[in-house]
């Protein structure tokens, strides 16, 4: 052993104890009170807590959307996220016009090798549907990267129609791989941004109002059924409302395979926000 990380309050799923760690090569190789070697470093946790690092699965470094530059970069982000015991990341490859999935995915790996100061991943955005890009995903799975991004409203122009999600799922499925789906029915979104345009109803109070929240719940169910229909697996990405929640837990007692994630701000704030002074 290299490193002994001793008087530790370990930190797992089922409980909380002291021991020690021992860690060789960057791996852990003993978990046990009184652990002795005559050459590792020791680090004294007394009256610590030490965990697994977290993983955030869903970065967006120095993405380039919505006419602007997202803030971090492959460095600070990855410093950051060190700071907050945050050991892992997986950020975006998202092609532009006409690049093919393996173009995207070199140029984001340029951007940010020798930059961060984490492990790191890829998610690979799926921009549109034909057979050139189906002839990719096995490529693109036997690399490492199993999982792909897909939008179902016309977000920055990445949306993917219904049977394009469909043949997504089909053929990623087939390699054991996962389509995480932005969800959301964007036509309707569309129609109540122009009605509220319409009624002049331009402030920020309005805005739960472009987006009532069975515009999730609609396009979650679709996502389901499509999923369903090819026996594939599908992850929802950033879920805001509990009827949507409520979708993907039927179909989990169903055994359809659908999973998601959410972001605090949907966890602690509500419409009321869009009311005070400040918005």
């Given at each position: 052993?290299?490193?002994?990380i001793?008087?530790?309050k370990?930190?797992?799923?089922?409980?909380?104890?002291?021991?020690?760690?021992?860690?060789?090569?960057?791996?852990?190789?003993?978990?046990?009170?009184?652990?002795?070697?005559?050459?590792?470093?020791?680090?004294?946790a007394?009256?610590?807590?030490?965990?697994?690092?977290?993983?955030?699965?869903?970065?967006?470094?120095?993405?380039?959307?919505?006419n602007?530059?997202s803030?971090?970069?492959?460095?600070?982000?990855?410093?950051?996220?060190?700071c907050?015991g945050v050991t892992t990341v997986?950020?975006?490859?998202i092609?532009?016009?006409?690049?093919?999935?393996?173009?995207t995915?070199t140029?984001?790996?340029?951007?940010?090798e020798?930059?961060?100061?984490?492990?790191?991943?890829?998610?690979?955005?799926?921009?549109?549907w034909d057979?050139?890009?189906?002839?990719?995903?096995?490529?693109?799975?036997?690399?490492?990267?199993?999982s792909?991004k897909?939008?179902?409203?016309?977000?920055?122009?990445?949306?993917?129609?219904?049977?394009?999600?469909?043949?997504?799922?089909?053929?990623?499925?087939?390699?054991?791989?996962?389509?995480?789906?932005?969800?959301?029915?964007?036509?309707?979104?569309?129609?109540?941004?122009?009605?509220?345009?319409?009624?002049?109803?331009?402030?920020?109070?309005?805005?739960?109002?472009s987006?009532?929240?069975?515009?999730?719940?609609?396009?979650v169910s679709?996502?389901i059924?499509l999923?369903?229909f090819?026996?594939?697996?599908?992850?929802i990405?950033?879920?805001?409302?509990?009827?949507?929640?409520?979708?993907?837990?039927?179909a989990?007692?169903?055994?359809?395979?659908v999973?998601?994630?959410?972001?605090?701000?949907?966890?602690?704030?509500?419409?009321?926000?869009?009311?005070?002074p400040?918005?």
């Amino acid at each position: 052993m290299d490193l002994i990380i001793k008087n530790a309050k370990i930190v797992i799923p089922e409980k909380i104890f002291c021991a020690d760690i021992g860690i060789e090569g960057e791996k852990i190789v003993a978990v046990k009170k009184g652990l002795e070697s005559g050459n590792a470093e020791i680090i004294d946790a007394n009256g610590m807590f030490v965990m697994p690092g977290a993983i955030d699965v869903h970065t967006h470094f120095q993405l380039k959307a919505y006419n602007s530059i997202s803030n971090d970069d492959f460095e600070n982000g990855t410093k950051a996220a060190a700071c907050g015991g945050v050991t892992t990341v997986i950020d975006y490859a998202i092609p532009e016009k006409n690049q093919s999935l393996t173009e995207t995915i070199t140029k984001r790996i340029s951007e940010a090798e020798n930059k961060v100061c984490i492990d790191y991943s890829l998610h690979c955005q799926i921009i549109h549907w034909d057979n050139q890009i189906k002839k990719e995903i096995k490529d693109v799975i036997d690399s490492g990267i199993t999982s792909f991004k897909i939008f179902m409203p016309a977000t920055e122009g990445w949306q993917v129609d219904d049977a394009g999600i469909y043949n997504a799922i089909k053929e990623v499925s087939k390699y054991s791989g996962i389509v995480e789906l932005h969800a959301e029915n964007g036509s309707l979104i569309n129609s109540f941004i122009e009605e509220l345009r319409q009624q002049n109803k331009l402030s920020i109070e309005f805005f739960p109002l472009s987006r009532p929240n069975f515009v999730e719940e609609e396009a979650v169910s679709r996502a389901i059924n499509l999923a369903k229909f090819v026996n594939g697996q599908i992850y929802i990405v950033h879920l805001s409302t509990k009827e949507a929640l409520q979708e993907i837990e039927l179909a989990q007692k169903k055994g359809i395979k659908v999973f998601a994630e959410t972001c605090p701000q949907y966890l602690v704030l509500d419409n009321s926000k869009f009311l005070l002074p400040d918005g």
